[in-house]
């Protein structure tokens, strides 16, 4: 690296999504969104169906019968609206969670650049009004973790 400056700056999105393990991570995230997206639809596709058999079957039971089938389907719906919601969470906790683990496993690279370049500090390059490009050591960085991580997984932190 042949920037010297006491400051650097770094896109830690870019980091991470321009990385080989960011590529690898978003794309088992969004391929994990689809399927929660298509169960999601193959739920929906049941749920309505099973609405038009309670409105089909309306006119031949007593009303009160009626109430406790669409109480009961009322809940159900609930409770799957719930349980699905719960899936989306989790999912994108899981991203976020994968991200702070990346990060910290860029630090000691970070901190190698830092070195380097002789610097006190770095910044989140999104924070920053204005600056020069030449402190920016987010494309070194990407290569170095690319390198050093060569598609090795990351580990989960115990919680």
Known sequence: MQ??????????????????????????????????SAENRRIEDELEAEEQALTTLRPTITPEEFRALADAFDAKVQETRRTQEDKSRELNAGLERRKVVFLNAAMPVLEQLMREAGAAVVLERRSIFISSNAVD?????????NQLLDGTEIPEEEN
């Open 3 to 36: 920037v010297e400056s006491p400051i650097l700056t770094i896109d830690s999105e870019r980091l991470f999504e321009d990385s080989i393990f960011g590529r690898q991570t978003i794309s088992d995230f969004e391929a994990r969104g689809a399927a929660l």
């Open 137 to 145: 050591i987010t494309q070194v960085a990407i290569f170095r973790l």
